[in-house]
C-alpha cells in the first residue's frame, strides 16, 4: 500500500472487531484491518475528515460523568448516591433513570493550566472563599480585566458552572444529550454482516463509517472488488455517488438486485426550503432566505450536540446582560426574604425548600425567589447552548419520515477481460506467431468466438417461438459480412431458406446507422434475403435504420456475457441474441398545440412468416419518453411501467408502502401525459421488455 499510495500519505491503521475468531493453534484473530491514505496529505497538508461520534453505553457514561446534579439542585457523586439509595445505578443504568428522570450527569474538570498570564495568575475568590493559584500556574480563564468588563473566572460564577472541590474550583461540564465521544481506531461491535447473501460480505456499518468519515454527498466512491455490493448499497443511501467493479458475473447481479430493490431513507437537503426551515428551528435563528436549487453537494441537515466548554461560557458576554436583568428582580426579592426570616443570606445559601415553620408571607416570598433563579438559569442555558460549539453527528441527518426514496438511476458496463501477453524465464514477451500452439496464444478471436455462440444459441425475438435457428453459419469472406447464415422461414418441413449475412459489430464500441448501411449494401450485392446485426450497443440513429431496399435489417442485441466468453458455457439455452424490435407509436394531438405520445407495442420481424407484425403493449414492461432530444444523450422526461400481473400490488409489496393508487394511474399507462411541442423536432422512445431488453427510436414531429 505504501507502494501504491505513498508512505507519506498513510494516516492510521484501523482495527475492527470481527464476529468471532477461528482457532489457529497459536492465537485466534479476532480483528480485521482497515488502512486508511490519503490522496496528497504531505503536499496539500489537509485531510478530509468528518469527525464521527458514537453514543456511550449507558452504564459507561458515569465513567466520564460521575457526578448528579438532582431536580433539587444538589450535586452529588454517583457513588455516594448509591450509598445512599442502596442501588448500584452503575450497573443498572435503567433504574437510575426511572428513579432520577430530570437529573443531569456532569463532570469536574480542572480550571487551572501551567504558565504564568498577567490576567489570569491571580488568586480568585468566589463565593467569600479565596482560591490560591500556585507559582507557574494561571486560569483559564481571566480574573481581572483592565477595562472594567466582567473577567472569564466570573462569567463563568454567574452562569453557576462553578464547583468549590476542597482547595481547588473546577468547570461543570454537563453530559451531552445523547452523550457521545469520539471514535478511535478501534472499532467494536460490528460483527458481520447480517442476512449474508455473499461469502466475503462486509457489516455495512462497517463501510458507512468509512464513507462518513471521508466523504461528503456528492463525493465519488470507488470500490474495486464489488462482492455483493455492500459499498454501492451504502454510498447511494447516503447520496455518494459510486463505481463498482468485479470480474464476477455472480457478483454484480447480486450488486445490482440489492440496490434497485432497496429502500432508502429521505435526508432532509440543506439547499432546500424545508432544509432552511429546519436549520432554523434547530439553531433558533430566522430561516435563510437564499434559493434553493436541491443541490445534494450541499450536504443534508444533521443532528448535533451541543458540546459547551469553559471557552464558550466565559466568552459570551449575553450572559452578563442576562445577569443584570434578573438581579434586578432577585435581589429586591432576597432582601425581603432576609427580612420577614431575620437572615443574612447570600444567594447560594438559600435553601431550595422552605421551613414548614416559615410564615406564608415568607413561603411566598421564597417560592418567588425561587422562581425567578430557576428563569434565570434557563435562560443562561440557553444563550450557552445558542452560542457553543456544535458537533454535528453526520451519521444522524433529519429524515422526512413521509417520503420513500429508491436507488437512482445507474449503469452496468461490461468489459472483456485484460489478455495478458506471456513471458518467458528471463522475463521477454513471448512472440506468439512463432510459438502458435503455446496454450498462452490467443485461441480464438472475438468474431470467431460470437460465430460460435450465435450458431448454438440462434436469435431470441420478442416470443419464445419466433427464434431463428440457424442450420448452418458458415464464415464470409466480406469487409462488414464476416458470415452466412440459413435458417428456415415458416414451418420446417415446407418452409423457404433464407440466407442471412451476417454483421458483428466491436467488442467496444456502438455500430453506427453508417455501419448498418454499407453493411446492408454488402448483403445487396452478395444477394442475401436479410441482414442480421449483432452489437453490444447501437447509436440512437442506427435504431431508426430497418430496411435497405429489399434488405431487412434486423438489430440483435448481444448479452453482456458474451464479454467473458471464455468463462461463458455455450449451452445454448441462454438469450445472448436478442432482437426486440422498435416501438410502435401513435401521436395525438391536444388542444393549444400540446401533444400525447401512445404506445401500441413493439414491431418484430417474424422469420416464420418473413412479415413485420406489431405486438400488443402486453410485451413491455416499461417505457420512457424524451419529449425533446437533443439527437446526444437521451433524457427520461416521462417514465411509464406497464407490465403483467398486478405491478402495482408488486410495487407497493417491493416498497413495503402504500402507494397513492391516483398517482400510480398516471405511470401505469400506454399513454403519455400531456407535453409540449419539442423545440429540437424530435421525441425519443424507450422501451423495455420483460428481459430487459431495450431499444430506442427517435421520431420526427
Known amino acids: ?105 456532569l463532570a469536574l474538570n480542572p480550571l487551572k493550566s501551567g504558565g504564568h498570564r498577567r490576567k489570569q495568575s491571580l488568586d480568585f475568590e468566589f463565593r467569600k472563599r479565596l482560591f490560591p493559584i500556585e507559582t507557574n500556574q494561571c486560569w483559564k480563564h481571566t480574573v481581572v480585566e483592565d477595562d472594567g468588563s466582567t473577567p472569564g473566572m466570573v462569567r463563568l460564577g454567574f452562569a453557576d458552572r462553578l464547583f468549590a472541590l476542597n482547595k481547588d474550583l473546577r468547570f461543570i461540564r454537563y453530559s451531552p444529550t445523547p452523550s457521545i465521544r469520539a471514535i478511535s481506531n478501534w472499532w467494536d461491535g460490528f460483527g458481520g454482516a447480517p442476512n449474508q447473501v455473499y461469502v466475503v460480505q462486509t457489516n455495512e456499518r ?101 458540546n459547551a466548554t469553559s471557552a464558550d461560557i466565559a466568552n459570551n458576554v449575553e450572559i452578563d446582560v442576562i445577569w443584570e436583568k434578573w438581579q434586578a428582580v432577585l435581589e429586591p426579592l432576597r432582601e425581603k426574604l432576609d427580612s420577614a426570616l431575620k437572615k443574612s443570606w447570600e444567594e447560594w445559601e438559600i435553601p431550595r425548600e422552605a421551613d414548614a415553620k416559615w410564615s406564608e408571607a415568607a413561603k411566598k416570598l421564597h417560592a418567588q425567589w425561587w422562581e425567578a433563579r430557576i428563569a434565570r438559569q434557563k435562560e443562561i442555558d440557553a444563550s450557552i447552548a445558542a452560542k457553543a460549539e456544535f458537533e454535528f453527528l453526520y451519521d444522524k441527518p433529519y429524515e422526512e419520515r413521509k417520503k420513500v426514496r429508491v436507488a437512482g438511476p445507474f449503469t452496468v458496463e461490461s468489459l472483456s477481460p485484460h489478455r495478458v501477453l506471456g513471458v518467458d524465464e528471463d522475463d521477454e514477451l513471448i512472440d506468439s506467431a512463432k510459438q502458435p ?45 464476416c458470415a452466412e447464415g440459413r435458417y428456415v ?153 406497464l407490465g403483467a400481473n398486478d405491478p402495482y400490488s408488486a410495487l407497493r409489496t417491493t416498497l413495503k408502502a402504500e402507494i397513492d393508487p391516483e398517482a400510480w394511474a398516471t405511470l401505469n399507462s400506454d399513454t403519455s401525459r400531456v407535453f409540449d411541442k419539442p423545440k429540437s423536432g424530435r421525441i425519443a422512445v424507450k422501451v423495455i421488455n420483460h428481459l430487459g431488453d431495450e431499444v430506442m427510436k427517435v421520431f420526427r414531429i
Not at 537 to 552: D, M, Q, V
Not at 600 to 605: A, E, S
Request: charged share 25%; hydrophobic share 40%.
Open 206 to 306: 462497517v463501510v458507512e463509517r468509512c464513507l462518513l468519515m471521508a466523504t461528503d454527498p456528492g463525493d465519488l466512491v470507488l470500490d474495486p472488488t464489488c462482492g455483493s455490493g455492500t459499498t454501492a448499497y451504502v454510498a447511494e443511501q447516503w447520496g455518494r455517488r459510486w463505481i463498482t467493479i468485479d470480474t464476477s458475473r455472480v457478483a454484480l447481479a447480486l450488486a445490482r438486485a440489492r440496490v434497485m430493490g432497496a429502500r432508502y431513507p429521505y435526508y432532509l437537503l440543506a439547499d432546500s426550503r424545508e432544509g432552511q426551515m429546519k436549520e432554523a428551528e434547530v439553531t433558533r435563528t430566522a430561516p435563510s432566505s437564499q434559493p434553493t436549487h436541491g443541490s445534494i453537494r450541499q450536504g443534508f441537515v444533521y443532528q448535533r450536540v451541543s
Open 1 to 105: 500500500m505504501d507502494e501504491a499510495f505513498g508512505e507519506d500519505n498513510f494516516i492510521t491503521e484501523i482495527l475492527v472487531k470481527k464476529k468471532g475468531s477461528q482457532k489457529s493453534g497459536t492465537l485466534e484473530a479476532v480483528n480485521d484491518f482497515i488502512l486508511w491514505y490519503a490522496k496528497s496529505k504531505k503536499t496539500s497538508g489537509v485531510v478530509k475528515v468528518r469527525p464521527l461520534y458514537e453514543v456511550r453505553v449507558a452504564e459507561e457514561i458515569f465513567d466520564d460523568f460521575p457526578v448528579v446534579e438532582l431536580d433539587t439542585g444538589e450535586r452529588v457523586r454517583i457513588a455516594d448516591l448509591e450509598d445512599r439509595d442502596g442501588v448500584g445505578y452503575r450497573k443498572n443504568y435503567a433504574a437510575f433513570v426511572s428513579k432520577y428522570p430530570d437529573a443531569r450527569l
Open 437 to 481: 500452439g503455446a496454450d498462452y496464444a490467443s485461441r480464438q478471436s472475438f468474431p470467431q468466438m460470437i460465430i460460435e455462440n450465435l450458431k448454438t444459441s440462434g436469435v431470441q425475438q420478442a416470443h419464445k417461438e419466433d427464434r431463428i435457428v440457424f442450420t448452418s453459419l458458415t464464415p464470409w469472406p466480406g469487409e462488414l459480412v
Open 489 to 641: 422461414e415458416g414451418h420446417a418441413e415446407s418452409g423457404a431458406e433464407k440466407r442471412a449475412a451476417i454483421f458483428i459489430g466491436p467488442e467496444f464500441g456502438t455500430v453506427t446507422r453508417p455501419d448498418l448501411v454499407a453493411a446492408a449494401r454488402e448483403a445487396g450485392d452478395a444477394d442475401f434475403d436479410v441482414l442480421i446485426a449483432c452489437a453490444f450497443n447501437y447509436e440512437a440513429h442506427a435504431t431508426e435504420f430497418s430496411k435497405l431496399g429489399r434488405i431487412p435489417v434486423l438489430k440483435a442485441r448481444m448479452n453482456a456475457d458474451l464479454h467473458m466468453a471464455d468463462d461463458l458455457k455455450n449451452t445454448g439455452k441462454g438469450n445472448l441474441f436478442v432482437i426486440f424490435g422498435e416501438p410502435d407509436i401513435t401521436v395525438l394531438d391536444e388542444r393549444d398545440g400540446k401533444l400525447r405520445v401512445k404506445v401500441n407495442g413493439v414491431d418484430v420481424f417474424h422469420p416464420q412468416t418473413g412479415e413485420v407484425r406489431s405486438d400488443g403493449p402486453e410485451g413491455i414492461a416499461c417505457w420512457f419518453l424524451d419529449t425533446d432530444y437533443n439527437e446526444e444523450s437521451f433524457f427520461v422526461r416521462h417514465a411509464y411501467f
